[in-house]
């Protein structure tokens, strides 16, 4: 099969000193770093998603802004595909599946964030669209939220979100677990 690393919104902001810095979004990197050297190493297509906040009353992702720039611990190469999106599914309005098809991808590596969000929303996409899906729970990051009143902690959010995506929707597993299968 087929295999590509999707690299979804890894974005300065969400980086200490951002505008909406997530709970270990500096390991999810390194794990995210570790992936995207071994796909580079094996020659599998890569692509980076890149959300941009167009709504009037946004915070971060601004365009054009160094928040919404791609981190430099997973840039892009000048090679590999950058896609903008400007909703959490990185399918919807953009030529994402469109690439995927021409390529002849059936698998996909998810990593990136927010798991609660656009994690989600795009691994569902994706197996919705007919991919087998694999997500590096390591590789993800989200924040608290904060519901009636009740703050849930990260990495309690992270966990139900990873649970929910295993249950049909994705194989979620470590990176090591990845990189071994790929070795």
């Known amino acids: 099969m087929k295999n590509c690393l999707l690299l979804v ?4 902001d969400y980086f200490p000193n951002g505008k909406m810095e997530l709970s270990g979004i500096t390991n999810a990197a390194y794990n995210v770093e570790l992936l995207l050297r071994t796909f580079r190493k094996e020659n599998f297509p890569v692509i980076h998603i890149q959300h941009v906040s167009l709504q009037p009353d946004a915070t971060f992702f601004l365009p054009d802004s160094y928040g919404a720039e791609i981190n430099e611990a997973v840039a892009p ?4 595909t950058v896609v903008k999106k400007y909703f959490p599914n990185s399918f919807r ?7 995927l098809q021409k390529r002849g ?3 996909l590596t998810i990593c990136g964030a927010m798991s609660h969000m656009c994690i989600d929303a795009t691994a569902r996409a994706a197996f919705d669209h007919g ?5 590096a729970e390591d590789g ?3 924040r608290d939220l904060i519901f009636q009143d009740k703050t849930i902690k990260a990495d309690k959010v992270h966990a ?3 649970a929910a995506l295993s249950a049909a929707y994705a194989q979620v597993v470590s990176t090591q677990t990845i990189l071994e299968g790929m070795a």
Not at 77 to 80: C, T, V
């Open 131 to 135: 991919f087998t899906c694999i997500v």
């Open 140 to 142: 993800c990051a989200t």
């Open 9 to 12: 919104d890894i974005q300065n």
């Open 105 to 107: 991808i059936e698998t």
């Open 160 to 162: 139900s979100f990873m």
């Open 77 to 80: 190469l000048e090679e590999e």
């Open 93 to 99: 309005e953009t030529d994402l599946l469109e690439i």
